[in-house]
C-alpha cells in the first residue's frame, strides 16, 4: 500500500471509484469505497506532511476494512450492507462501549464515514468559491459543520492547526491534477453528487440500524 500512497493524486480516479461504487441496489461496495478513500489519502498526502496524522488514522481504517475484505469472512464485506447484517447478526460490534469489539467493520466505517460528510462538503465549499477564498476558511466551515462534533478537543485544535498552512486556491486547485480552473470545477461538479450518494445510502442504513453512535 506505501506505493500506492506514493503516486500522484488525481481526483478523476477518486471520481472514478467513487462512481463504482455503488450497486443497482444501491448497495455500497466496500473495496470501491476503500480504493475512493486510497486516493483521498494520496490527496492528503500531497498536500504536506502537517496532513499526516490525518492520514495515518484513515491508512490504519482502511487497513483494517482491507483486513476484513481479504479474510475468511470477506464473501460477508463484499457490500457495507451485507457487513453490517453479517456483523450484527454474529453480534460482532460492541454497541454502547469499546469492549470485545473495538474494531468492528461497522464503527470503522462509520469514522471514515462521517470523514467523507467533511468532505463533501469542502469540496461543494471549494467548488462554488471565488479566486480569493481561503481554502483553509472553507475547510474549517466544512469541518466545524461535520466531523468536529465527534472529535474531542485535542484533535479539533490539530486540524484547525493543519488547515491554517492549507496551500491556497490556486495551488490546491493544481494538486487535484484535472487541469486548469474552470475544469476542476467541473469535475467537482461531478464528484460531489456521487460522494453524497454514497454517503447518503450509508447514513439511512445506519440510521435504519441505529449505529450512528457506535462507540
Ligand atoms: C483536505 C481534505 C480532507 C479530506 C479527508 C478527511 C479525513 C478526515 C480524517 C480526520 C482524522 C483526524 C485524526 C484522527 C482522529 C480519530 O480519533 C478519529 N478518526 C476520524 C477519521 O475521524 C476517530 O477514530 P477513533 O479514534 O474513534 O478510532
Known amino acids: 500500500m506505501a506505493d500506492c500512497e506514493d503516486q500522484k493524486f488525481s481526483l478523476m480516479e477518486v471520481l472514478d471509484t467513487f462512481k463504482l461504487c455503488v450497486s443497482e441496489q444501491k448497495e455500497v461496495y466496500l473495496q470501491n469505497y476503500v480504493e475512493g478513500w486510497r486516493g483521498l489519502v494520496k490527496f492528503l498526502n500531497s498536500l504536506g506532511s502537517v496532513f499526516g496524522f490525518i492520514s495515518k488514522d484513515v491508512v490504519n481504517k482502511i487497513q483494517i476494512l482491507v483486513n476484513y475484505l481479504n479474510g475468511e469472512n470477506g464473501s460477508q464485506y463484499i457490500t457495507i450492507q451485507s457487513m453490517v447484517k453479517y456483523e450484527l447478526d454474529n453480534e460482532l460490534v460492541d454497541m454502547t462501549k469499546r469492549g470485545r469489539q473495538p474494531e468492528s467493520g461497522s464503527r470503522t466505517l462509520l469514522r471514515l464515514h462521517r470523514a467523507l460528510r467533511w ?71 461531478e464528484a460531489v453528487p456521487l460522494i453524497s450518494e454514497v454517503y447518503t445510502i450509508t447514513e439511512e442504513l445506519y440510521t435504519q440500524h441505529n449505529l450512528l453512535d457506535l462507540p
Not at 119 to 147: I, M
Not at 151 to 180: D, Q, T, Y
Open 119 to 189: 468532505l463533501e462538503l469542502f469540496l461543494e465549499r471549494l467548488r462554488t468559491s471565488t479566486e480569493d477564498s481561503k481554502t483553509s476558511v472553507l475547510c474549517s466551515e466544512a469541518y466545524n459543520e461535520s466531523l468536529a462534533k465527534h472529535h474531542p478537543w485535542v484533535v479539533r485544535k490539530a486540524a484547525g492547526m493543519a488547515f491554517c498552512v492549507l496551500p491556497g486556491r490556486p495551488a490546491f486547485f493544481e494538486v487535484m491534477n484535472v487541469g486548469p480552473p474552470d475544469q476542476v470545477v467541473a469535475v467537482l461538479g
